[in-house]
């Protein structure tokens, strides 16, 4: 194993920490935006559909 | 201006969202992919070893950083020409998806430098030049959360971005400006096919998981500011007339 392996690995694991972590917290403004909006459609509908 | 006037349904932005993830789901497949690849056929460099592997996510972070910058100057540019909302929330989503970019090229500098220059850290131009663009853009992040009006938070918000945008090119060629423990930017000429072949796939890969970032962050803040003018027609006593 090279010396430098714990440098490497990482590096290659804060990459897919921050991407993936970035990835999960774009999902979940999603899904919390999708319901806001949700909610001030019926809101604004006043129940009718 | 022509802030706050995005309206969108529900049904579409739910079929989006599954959309989204099959689409999310594929680019990072293909990252991996593209990293593996490239694990696989480098050999050691002479004088690095297998610290060499770092540039196939250092330098890709750092070039789509300034794609992302890019990306946010145009965005600015447009919406202080034409004053459309849709330009100021491009440059937003743009700006977040850089800064975080930003932060990993610096961090994963930093775990690259300690063990080649033993430090993790110099006041070095290239260095310094980049820590200065990631704190310029976290605070415009952070003027975009504390600015409740619309219009005054999308003009300030695309000069600052502008602004920002101007200290990319001073970031790209600090290395040739001043003397700096930075290498100067490597070219095929100067890498190995191998690496070269390996870092253009990494770094097309990276390109894609930030273009989809952005989109997908334009399209909630789309949502958000859609969301938010509903309330506000709630809260002026507006109902009726809506279907979701």
Redesign the interface.
């Known amino acids: 194993m ?4 714990p ?2 690995i ?3 694991a ?2 897919w920490v ?3 972590g ?2 999960v917290h ?2 979940r ?3 919390d ?2 319901r ?11 129940g ?2 | 201006m022509g802030v706050g006037t995005v309206e ?3 049904a579409p ?2 079929a989006r ?1 599954s959309t ?2 099959l689409i ?1 789901l594929g680019v ?1 497949l293909l ?1 991996a992919a593209t ?1 593996a690849y490239s694990i696989s056929i480098s050999t ?1 460099d002479r004088d690095m ?3 060499q ?2 540039m196939y ?2 330098v890709p ?1 750092a070039w789509n950083m300034m794609i992302a910058y890019f990306i946010v100057a145009i965005a600015s540019l447009r919406y202080l020409w034409k004053g459309r909302e849709k330009d100021d929330l491009l440059a937003a989503a743009a700006a977040e ?1 850089g800064a ?1 970019m930003t ?2 090229t610096l ?2 500098g930093m ?2 430098g ?2 080649t220059w033993g430090i993790w850290w110099t006041w070095d131009a290239r260095l310094t030049s980049t820590a200065v663009l990631f704190f310029i853009y976290v605070g415009y992040l952070i003027l975009r959360a504390f600015v409740d009006d619309p219009d005054r938070r999308a003009q300030w918000s695309a000069a600052v971005g502008l602004l920002g945008a101007l200290n990319v090119p001073i970031v790209y060629m600090s290395v040739r400006w001043w003397r700096t423990l930075h290498q100067v930017q490597s070219s095929p000429s100067t890498l190995d096919p191998n690496y070269t072949l390996s870092l253009r796939i990494n770094a097309i890969a990276i390109m894609i ?1 930030v273009l989809f ?1 952005i989109r ?2 334009y ?2 803040m789309q ?2 500011a ?2 938010d003018a ?2 506000e ?2 809260a002026l006593g ?7």
């Open positions: 090279p010396d430098n392996m440098f490497i990482g590096a290659f804060l990459t921050v991407l993936l970035y990835l774009l999902y403004a999603r899904r935006a999708t806001r909006l949700q909610q001030a459609t019926d809101d604004l509908s006043g009718i559909k | 969108l349904s529900v932005a739910r969202r989204g993830m999310g990072f990252l990293q050691p070893g297998h610290l592997k770092i996510v250092h972070a998806t975080l932060g990993l961090a994963l775990i690259w300690k063990p998981v970032f997908h962050r399209q909630t949502l958000e859609a969301a509903m309330h027609r709630i507006d109902r009726g007339g809506i279907n979701a």
